[in-house]
């Protein structure tokens, strides 16, 4: 009677290809041949590569990290520190066995599976260690940041990285910071359940008794963990908790209207009050959220839909998309172009479109005058006539010079200027920041008075279409002056 290990070498790799990772690793524990083949044989990082590649994500050897630059590969075999899929479906000799083998230029088996036991933690978090979660948040930060670059602005998303964080991601359970109760945390294993395919297993909830066990509960968050998951946020973009639940726009238009966070020490933009003048990611998701549901609001409007705007709004339509997302954080670099030898690294020269949001200046004052035991009265954002308003000009920029930056040798500070109908100018600059973000700075008036203040962190990769978020104020910093929520983005054409 034939067997199935009878099949030639060839054709049994092609059957455990079509496989999920999860699966062959548990095949591999069932079979002597299967389990060589899989982790004993001299080139066992040639099956992982396919294995990799069979997978809905990008080969990372045509990746480039946010900055531009060719993703890092790295020269480990199966003893690497990477994440096991499982304890029990890995056994560790097999790694001891396979220590002999040759490295390669990336460590296949490694990246593989600390992607899909990241997938396993999102799917069932009831499953994490203790110490797992920045491991988890670090391995969806790199599919997320590192993918494939597009050659013109006007492309189309070419990401299967992105398609696949996004499927991952995209009812939001996992990047909200507020605890899951049991109904939801049953909604969410039941919906991916019912997706099916492939790869898209998760562990059931059980029935009985062990059904009334209390819904998990995220860990509490390192100070480190929580930038990373806002971080991850703000790139994913609005998934669907973010436009269904009004509460959770009410939090981050209070917290982008409160003079309390932006000050001298962050200078009055997205940065961290400490001083240090890295990026506070939290800061950058509410203003994230904030913007991208008026954007969405405004799209509606346009089309002539006068919905209600808080219930009926689906991320996953493309009638009503929103930029600030990941379908659009793929940089922008021309085949042959190498960002090291460009002095306009950052796409600074161009038409932009800068749009910026307002409270009502006398509501904006109540607000944050209205402080009791040191908490605002956010009242004023949970009615359906928030006094929220938006505006938006369109400006040229031009590159007048660059600084060295010793920091970043490649990539050097850009100053700019720039003007909007012969009257309003623009004079700033584009620098990496401590923690290597792209910083966007902007002082402009009429003339030669300067009146307003613009200080954003780039979205996505450079010179992504994603564009530039951040936080408009005036340069006079005086205690009643009014601040608000900034996002601009390169025009794909200049049309006269």
Not at 23 to 47: E, G
Not at 216 to 228: F, H, I, V
Request: glycine share 8%; with cysteine; proline share 5%.
């Amino acid at each position: 009677m034939a067997r199935i290990i009878d099949l030639p070498l060839e054709l049994l790799e092609y059957i455990l290809y079509m496989l999920d990772p999860l699966d062959v690793s548990r095949i591999a524990q069932s079979n002597r041949l299967f389990r060589r083949i899989v982790y004993l044989t001299p080139n066992y990082q040639r099956f992982w590569r396919g294995l990799y590649l069979a997978e809905s994500l990008d080969d990372p050897r045509d990746t480039v990290t946010y900055l531009g630059n060719p993703r890092l590969r790295t020269m480990s075999s199966a003893t690497s520190s990477a994440m096991t899929i499982e304890d029990s479906q890995i056994d560790a000799s097999c790694a001891n066995l396979a220590s002999s083998v040759e490295s390669c230029d990336i460590d296949w088996q490694g990246e593989l599976q600390r992607i899909i036991r990241a997938r396993t933690i999102v799917r069932n978090p009831q499953l994490s260690r203790g110490g797992e979660w920045k491991e988890v948040l670090r391995t969806l930060l790199d599919l997320a940041t590192t993918l494939p670059p597009v050659p013109f602005a006007e492309s189309e998303c070419t990401s299967r990285n992105v398609a696949w964080v996004q499927r991952l991601l995209q009812d939001g359970a996992f990047l909200d910071t507020e605890s899951m109760t049991d109904d939801q945390a049953r909604h969410m294993c039941e919906e991916a359940v019912e997706g099916g395919g492939r790869g898209q297993g998760i562990v059931r909830y059980r029935t009985g008794r062990d059904s009334q066990a209390p819904a998990y509960q995220r860990p509490e968050l390192t100070a480190e963990e929580s930038q990373m998951l806002a971080r991850l946020h703000t790139w994913v973009g609005l998934t669907r908790r973010d436009v269904t639940r009004p509460q959770a726009r009410v939090a981050s238009r209070a917290f982008v209207y409160d003079l309390r966070n932006f000050g001298h020490a962050n200078a009055f933009g997205p940065l961290m009050l400490d001083g240090t003048m890295r990026v506070d990611w939290k800061c950058m998701w509410a203003l994230a959220h904030a913007y991208g549901m008026l954007w969405i609001e405004m799209e509606k409007e346009e089309m002539g839909d006068y919905s209600d705007h808080s219930m009926d709004m689906d991320t996953s339509s493309e009638q009503y998309s929103c930029p600030l997302s990941l379908p659009f954080c793929q940089s922008v670099i021309p085949p042959g172009t190498s960002l090291d030898m460009e002095l306009d690294w950052a796409g600074v020269e161009g038409l932009w479109y800068v749009g910026y949001s307002f409270l009502d200046h006398r509501e904006f004052l109540i607000y944050n005058y209205s402080s009791h035991n040191g908490a605002l009265d956010t009242s004023i954002f949970e009615d359906d006539s928030v006094p929220e308003m938006h505006a938006s000009v369109t400006m040229y920029f031009r590159v007048v010079g660059v600084e060295p930056d010793p920091d970043h040798p490649t990539r050097p500070k850009i100053n700019y200027a720039g003007e909007h109908d012969g009257r309003f100018s623009v004079a700033g600059y584009v620098k990496l920041t401590p923690d290597h973000q792209i910083r966007w700075h902007f002082a402009g008036g009429n003339s030669d008075q300067p009146v307003w203040n613009c200080e954003g962190i780039g979205l996505g990769g450079v010179r992504s279409q994603a564009g530039v978020l951040g936080v408009w104020s005036t340069v006079f910093h005086d205690a009643e002056d009014p601040v608000g929520p900034l996002w601009m983005r390169r025009q794909q054409f200049i049309v006269d």
